[in-house]
């Protein structure tokens, strides 16, 4: 079944930007995306403890930065002297961990659509949003459309309407749910996204029957994303922005 009015409308999502071209949800690896064609880039928001935004995937800052410890027991200050591009390659080094306002202004001046994947800590969901949501409202130019706000947490989710009536939501579910339409009207979402690796082919044709709007990820085999296009999905989530330009 169709959708009638996607709030998508791009076959590809570049997951955390560019980000197998550059340090993941970076400025660079938004600009890289952008280079690449990409009209659509997904980040991901935490909370530091003063309560700063600050664009980064992990609670916890090793795997992307030279930092150690939780996200969460940082300020801002400290964060944003770390190293968050030479765990990628030289070619990045001393990339910062931008804050969330330096990415949606980044991607208003590309031109890109933005998904934000509110990304609590367990225990600050209500908080993330809370921080996020004024922001990315002020920000975001009244009627410009190309905009949703994600997470994995229905708490989050529940305060960003409370916050932003208007503004799009994305259910973000490990597994296809047995009733989607369902779902998302119970938590007034859009959009559901579901992983590429826990989504079996009834599971598809479940999805792709129930008429709602669905993204799968992470998707960087461009058969494979040909073929969720063709069966229903309205977009997917990459890693490589150039994906559906790539001769496989």
């Not at 935490?46 to 664009?55: E, F, I």
């Not at 930092?67 to 765990?87: F, M, N, T, Y």
């Not at 932003?164 to 973000?172: I, K, R, S």
């Amino acid at each position: 079944m169709p959708v009638g009015n996607p709030v998508v409308r791009s076959a590809l999502i570049a997951h955390r930007g560019a980000s197998a071209y550059a340090p993941e949800n970076t400025l660079a690896a938004l600009e890289i995306a952008a280079g690449l064609g990409a009209q659509w880039v997904e980040v991901d928001v935490k909370l530091t403890r003063d309560g700063q935004l600050v664009v980064i995937h992990d609670d916890m800052l090793e795997r992307t930065t030279n930092g150690r410890g939780a996200v969460a027991l940082h300020d801002l200050a400290l964060i944003r002297q770390l190293d968050a591009g030479s765990w990628f390659s030289p070619t990045f080094a001393g990339t910062q961990v931008p804050t969330f306002q330096e990415v949606v202004e980044c991607a208003l001046r590309l031109g890109l659509g933005l998904q934000v994947e509110l990304k609590p800590t367990i225990g600050d969901d209500v908080e993330t949003a809370e921080a996020a949501i004024p922001l990315l409202r002020r920000l975001w130019p009244q009627g410009h459309g190309q905009l949703f706000v994600s997470s994995f947490s229905v708490r989050s989710l529940c305060a960003a309407r409370r916050l932003w009536p208007e503004v799009p939501l994305g259910l973000a579910s490990l597994l296809a749910p047995a009733d989607p339409a369902s779902l998302l009207a119970e938590y007034g979402c859009q959009v559901l996204h579901v992983f590429d690796d826990m989504l079996v082919e009834h599971h598809l044709r479940r999805l792709q029957a129930s008429g709602v709007e669905f993204a799968v990820a992470i998707i960087n085999n461009p058969d494979r994303a040909r073929y969720l296009l063709a069966n229903g999905a309205q977009s997917i989530l990459s890693d490589y922005p150039d994906l559906l330009t790539t001769t496989s």
